[in-house]
């Protein structure tokens, strides 16, 4: 196999693991065949790419990025801000 046959067959089983859960959501909530439920399948194509590049430009990026868990304007002070005699 080459490289781009094993590329192909990452992305297509990839394609295969996000197409699945959504057929099935669809199957479950009626089966109807809408617009949107075929967008929906054929958006599940791209998601693989859209994986791929995330990954890429995280990996990339020579800056980490800081992820900020906790809102400023909602965050606790700490307990020795609130009982400084402790």
């Not at 967008?39 to 980490?64: D, E, M, Q, R």
Request: with cysteine; net charge positive; hydrophobic share 50%.
């Amino acid at each position: 196999m080459t490289n781009l046959q094993i590329a192909a067959l990452v992305y297509g089983a990839t394609a295969l693991l996000y197409l699945t859960p959504t057929y099935v959501e669809g199957k479950g909530s009626g089966g109807h065949w809408s617009i949107q439920r075929i967008a929906g399948l054929v958006f599940c194509l791209f998601w693989p790419l859209l994986t791929a590049v995330f990954i890429y430009k995280f990996a990339a990026s020579s800056s980490k990025s800081k992820f900020v868990f906790v809102d400023p304007a909602v965050a606790t002070r700490p307990r020795s801000a609130i009982h400084p005699s402790e």
